[in-house]
């Protein structure tokens, strides 16, 4: 068998039945179905490529991914992760805006540059130039409303404890990156950097800017620091900043990503939550950490 096609269900939304899995068998012309997680997550092992677009069409309107890889070298060495909307739920930057008075304003340059509407740099410059003068306390009080998305303590957890490095790249902020790694673990953090005076946002970010470039070379380096080939890479993100990144990764998925975003990634979650991505690696729910 060259190729794995692994099926996971949205855990609050319903389950995985064994209907729907033989269904999906069929279709890829599939053979021996391993259970990774009971009702949650499938793979079916494949003697070719499935048709994914086939697949996907098949399972319209179900709240339940599917994800193609080849079935040597699933199980990935380096993780790269963008962080808002991905490993956390919020939007740090517009939330910041909130506090500003200009949370809708901020809020939809935020989306048209996500969308690859915009020059993420220069969108970004833009943002923090309209937060000049906001107290840094609002820094804090964006922090205590930071909501991790479920799964992320595991994938990272559980990709370290097989020796994978890990990575939080972000287009956001080094104040929330730094914390967010440390508090799931990761090795490394990247990011940019919100200038102040002390007590307030002097509108401008420490240039050079992380952008898509940026995260793309961050990836080429960590696979030469660490011996590794690109096929061993995973990377996850939500936005067109990710879109490099996602590319020349072994395995990049697409997490509940803008539309230019799911439309070009090769792996896309929709449904289910960041253990989607321990799944898609062959790992039971039993090994998880």
Not at 137 to 164: F, N, Q, S, Y
Not at 180 to 198: I, K
Request: hydrophobic share 45%.
């Amino acid at each position: 068998m060259t190729h794995v096609l692994t099926l996971v269900a949205a855990r609050e939304a319903g389950s995985l039945p064994a209907s729907i899995i033989q269904q999906t068998r069929d279709i890829a012309g599939g053979g021996t179905v391993t259970t990774l997680s009971p009702n949650e997550a499938a793979e079916i092992a494949c003697e070719t490529p499935p048709d994914l677009d086939l697949i996907l069409h098949a399972l319209s309107g179900l709240p339940i991914d599917a994800i193609s890889t080849p079935a040597e070298g699933r199980r990935k060495n380096l993780l790269i992760a963008d962080m808002d909307s991905t490993i956390i739920a919020n939007e740090t930057l517009d939330e910041l805006a909130a506090y500003a008075g200009l949370g809708e304003k901020i809020a939809a340059i935020t989306a048209r540059a996500m969308n690859g509407e915009l020059d993420f740099a220069a969108a970004l410059r833009e943002r923090v130039g309209m937060l000049k003068g906001l107290s840094v306390d609002a820094l804090e009080r964006t922090w205590e409303g930071i909501r991790l998305t479920p799964g992320a303590r595991e994938l990272v957890a559980t990709m370290k404890a097989h020796g994978a490095f890990t990575a939080l790249v972000s287009g956001g902020f080094t104040f929330f990156t730094r914390r967010v790694a440390t508090r799931l673990g990761f090795d490394l953090h990247r990011a940019n950097e919100l200038l102040d005076d002390g007590t307030s946002l002097v509108g401008l970010v420490a240039e050079p800017i992380l952008d898509r470039s940026a995260k793309l070379a961050t990836l080429h380096e960590l696979t030469r620091q660490h011996g590794l080939a690109l096929t061993a890479s995973l990377a996850v993100g939500d936005g067109a900043n990710d879109l490099d990144m996602l590319g020349a990764a072994g395995l990049g998925i697409a997490f509940h990503a803008k539309p230019i975003v799911a439309s070009a990634a090769r792996a896309r979650v929709d449904h289910g939550d960041l253990r989607a991505l321990l799944f898609a690696q062959g790992y039971k729910a039993s090994e998880f950490v």
